[in-house]
């Protein structure tokens, strides 16, 4: 298993803005959701291949500059939108570090193509037993 990867706070651009939803007053004031920024592709943080995990992710919350941007508003208070941000960004970038498994081409056994055959042709035949012929 690969080391942890530890991203420090310079990398990381926060904004808080006010939630959406219900709250009440408390909505209208306060400025609870955390709009967090990590730059993929800008990052000396990440090794090259984890970058290029990434950033082939096709994740929409990826820029086409290759920037993640993370909006955190489940909770009431600013500071637990931030833990949950931070949390959120972590498991991306842990997503990263899996290396997929390289796919094994394999082809059908005889049996199996014979099953295969064998049903649609079954299917076939309940099919041809529901058409009426008018002219016979």
């Known amino acids: 298993m690969p080391a942890a990867i530890v991203i420090p706070e310079s990398e ?17 004031k306060v400025a609870t959701a955390v709009e967090l920024r990590f730059d993929i592709a800008n990052s000396p943080t990440l090794p090259e291949p984890v970058r290029e995990r990434l950033l082939a992710r096709r994740d929409r919350r990826v820029t086409t500059e290759g920037v993640l941007v993370l909006s955190a508003q489940r909770f009431r208070t600013q500071e637990r939108n931030r833990e949950d941000a931070r949390e959120r960004l972590a498991a ?3 997503a990263g570090l899996h290396v997929p498994k390289p796919r094994v081409a394999t082809r059908p056994t005889r049996a199996s193509k014979e099953r295969r055959l064998g049903a649609k042709r079954e299917r076939s035949t309940i099919k041809r037993g529901r058409t009426t012929r008018e002219w016979d």
């Not at 990381?12 to 209208?28: D, H, K, L, M, W």
């Open 12 to 28: 990381i651009t926060e904004r808080f803005v006010r939630s959406a939803g219900p709250g009440g007053q408390n909505v209208n």
């Open 92 to 94: 991306f970038v842990e």
